[in-house]
């Protein structure tokens, strides 16, 4: 411990003297991406306008116009600086934390394969595990690096892609011909468990694990389920979602009792958008659906059309592409992903409290 600490001072210019943890390290997909498909040819880009309008550096690679939710949990953990994406990080960057997340990637491999490239959640291990090496390095030492890396807070939101990109998608993916809905969510949590037993054995000890969305709210899935928007938080998209999220749940009572010091947390942000969409609804502003941004959903491009002119008022829209929300909205869901307003938000507690433990 004194000899992290020693090497932790040592490097005091690289740290972040205000935030609440000394680093955060991300892994997810779009919804979570800051540039990491930039250098692919073929994948589900976004580092092109109308993205990032409403950002400081404009397009990053970010799927919004702005902020992004891990970027915002970010700064209400007390970070001045964005993460980094792995793609773009160099020198001492990787002390504070790193973003793997990626467009179309998700818990299977083959998740997203009609999109092109892009970073599985077992890719993203692999690159995590090379950011540990540069970390030992920077620390002096393994045992150095395993002390540091307990103290991160890691934000882990997966699984979108394996339903939107893969099940969902029947005349691509033959998983929804071989599995029921509960025997797919039953293949997706195993393959994840293993997944953030693998987070753990690389130093893991604050995991919070986002839950799936109303996935069955994205303007693609109405368009192919033929769903009124109003009455997208009851469709079957959703029902389908929800039986892996309860998964989910129980599995992060299974990782706490199985691994020593370990820290999992769920975070219902289905539940959060449920809340959200009804404060919405009484609120008398009620924002427009969307998209804010044109699409080309005719020939399944839920992102936006290069160069086009968006809505001239983002924070009147839910959504800014075809399937995701707008910064405006992506403050109100961190913001309840961060500090839970029910008891239902975050399980068994929420990131406010893990990052004081
Ligand atoms: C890469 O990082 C550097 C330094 O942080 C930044 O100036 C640059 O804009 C980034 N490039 C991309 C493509 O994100
Ligand atoms: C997925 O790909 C990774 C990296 O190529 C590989 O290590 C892993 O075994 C694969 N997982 C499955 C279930 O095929
Ligand atoms: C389903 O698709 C996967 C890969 O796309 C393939 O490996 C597998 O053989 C297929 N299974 C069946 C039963 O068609
Ligand atoms: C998520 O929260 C809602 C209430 O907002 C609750 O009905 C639901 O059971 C919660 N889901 C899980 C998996 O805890
Ligand atoms: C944008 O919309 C918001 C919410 O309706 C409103 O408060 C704000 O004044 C509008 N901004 C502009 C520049 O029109």
Redesign the pocket.
Known sequence: MVLVLFFVTNLQPFIDATSQVPCYFIFGDSEFDCGNNNGFTKASKSNYPPYGIDFPDGPTGRFTNGRTQADLIGQFLGFDNFIPPFANTSGQDILKGVNYASGGGGILNETGKTLGDRISMDMQLQNHETTIKGISNLLGSSGAAESYLASCIYLVGMGSNDYINNYLLPESYNSSQLYTPNMYATILAQNYAQQLRTLYNFGARKVAIV?LGLIGCALPEIVLHDTNIFTCAGNCVTKDA?VF??Q??SLVDQLNNDLLNANFI?I?V???T??YLAADAKSGVTLKYGPCCNTDLIVGRAECIPNSVPCSNRTMYKFWDAFHTTEVVNILLAKGMYNAQ?P??A?PFDIVRLALL
């Open positions: 839950g929800e999220n309860i989910l749940k769920y219902n289905s539940g959060i449920t809340t029910t239902f938000d399980y």
